[in-house]
C-alpha cells in the first residue's frame, strides 16, 4: 500500500504544489482545495505545528548592544563632517532578543525546508516593491500557534466537504486550522 497519495503529479511539481498549498494555510489560516490534496497537506501542516509547539518555549533572552543611526524629525539619517568627510552618527542602543536552543534552531530550520517565504504587498502600492514586507511565518508558528495549540494533542486542522468540483466531479473541501 501507497505512504502517499501521489495527486496525479511527477514528484517536483507534487512537492512544489504541497509546499505552496501548507504555506497558504499556515498564512491565511483556510484554504480551499479537492479532498486528496487537503489529506496530504494536512500531514505536513500538523507536523510544523507539532514542531512549534514542542520547541515554542526553548529559547533564551540576549541582551545586545547595536548601533543605530540617528534620525531627524523627519526620519533621514543625521550626518556630521570627521576629516572633511560626511559621516552618519550612531548611537549604541541595548536590545533583548531570543536566541534559539539548538533544537529550536533544528525545527526552525525544518520548518524553512517546508514553507515558501512570503511577500505582503498592501493594497494600494500593487505591483510595486515599496511598502512590501516579508512575513516570517516560522515565528507565527512558534508564537502564535505554539501558544494556541499548546493543550492540544494534534487534530489542529479540520476539512469541511463543500460539494463536487464542476467539470471532473472532484470533491472540493475547506481545509482550515481550528
Known sequence: MAKYRKLGKKADQRKALLRNQVTQL????????????????????????????????????????????????????IKEVVDGKKVTSYDEVEKKIKKDQPSRLHARRQMLKVLYPVVEVPADAAGKKAGTKKVDLTAKLFDEYGTKYAGRNGGYTRIVKIGERRGDGAMKVILELV
Open 26 to 77: 499556515i498564512y491565511h489560516g483556510k484554504i480551499e482545495t479537492t479532498e486528496a490534496r487537503a489529506k496530504e497537506v494536512r500531514k505536513i501542516a500538523e507536523h510544523l505545528i507539532t514542531l512549534a509547539v514542542k520547541e515554542k518555549d526553548n529559547y533564551d533572552e540576549v541582551t545586545v548592544t547595536a548601533k543605530v543611526a540617528k534620525k531627524d524629525k523627519d526620519g533621514k539619517r
